[in-house]
T-cell receptor, first 113, second 114 residues
Framework: GEDVEQSLFLSVREGDSSVINCTYTDSSSTYLYWYKQEPGAGLQLLTYIFSNMDMKQDQRLTVLLNKKDKHLSLRIADTQTGDSAIYFCAESIGPGGYQKVTFGIGTKLQVIP | KAGVTQTPRYLIKTRGQQVTLSCSPISGHRSVSWYQQTPGQGLQFLFEYFSETQRNKGNFPGRFSGRQFSNSRSEMNVSTLELGDSALYLC?????????????FGPGTRLTVL
């Protein structure tokens, strides 16, 4: 079945790197995503990775995927106070145009100045 | 381009009532998905519509229903409201069925059931 798990809370100091981890159970997932939600706002897609990739880098963001362990991580370099938000890991499963997206419960990132 | 809009932004209802939420996708987007977000359960998929047809459905009771119009606008209806239906309801639109890089979320409708 589908299940996406992530820790609830992470606190880092401004300027440090943040690493948010996620595990998923369905090995047939097609895409894996990271979304950011700021207070009072909807979700913003930060980045995504195809399930046949190991790594994707986009400016300060690095996504690592370990398919064997079904582990996904998001590394934010030089974390800023503006990065404080809830980060959701998600996977999409299903063929072609019938993919269903399952989200984790979200990790609240607190950046201490 | 205007983003995804959801109306109303806030709603207070009492148990047993019914409610209709509206979502207007980004112009040109034909797929609309609905999610329920609660602190305890996180984000849960409700359903997805494409070209006025429901293409995907999550594990919610029949009290939750939706529809999509020919202009791609979508409505979600919850009948016989229960306290546990209090949540943030998010709508997301994309060009095609769950395109990973074109899915945009609206700000949500905060529903409180008393």
């Amino acid at each position: 079945g589908e299940d996406v798990e992530q820790s609830l809370f992470l606190s880092v100091r401004e300027g440090d790197s943040s690493v948010i981890n996620c595990t998923y159970t369905d090995s047939s997932s097609t895409y894996l995503y990271w979304y950011k939600q700021e207070p009072g706002a909807g979700l913003q897609l930060l980045t995504y990775i195809f399930s046949n990739m190991d790594m994707k880098q986009d400016q300060r963001l690095t996504v690592l995927l370990n398919k064997k362990d079904k582990h996904l991580s998001l590394r934010i370099a030089d974390t800023q106070t503006g990065d404080s938000a809830i980060y959701f890991c998600a996977e999409s499963i299903g063929p072609g145009g019938y993919q269903k997206v399952t989200f984790g419960i979200g990790t609240k990132l607190q950046v201490i100045p | 381009k205007a983003g995804v809009t959801q109306t109303p932004r806030y709603l207070i209802k009492t148990r047993g009532q019914q409610v209709t939420l509206s979502c207007s996708p980004i112009s040109g987007h034909r797929s609309v998905s609905w999610y329920q977000q609660t602190p305890g359960q996180g984000l849960q998929f409700l359903f997805e519509y494409f070209s006025e047809t429901q293409r995907n459905k999550g594990n919610f009771p029949g009290r939750f229903s939706g529809r999509q119009f020919s202009n791609s606008r979508s409505e979600m209806n919850v009948s016989t409201l229960e306290l546990g239906d209090s949540a943030l309801y998010l709508c997301a639109s994309s060009l095609a069925l769950t395109s990973p890089d074109t899915q945009y979320f609206g700000p949500g409708t905060r529903l409180t059931v008393l």
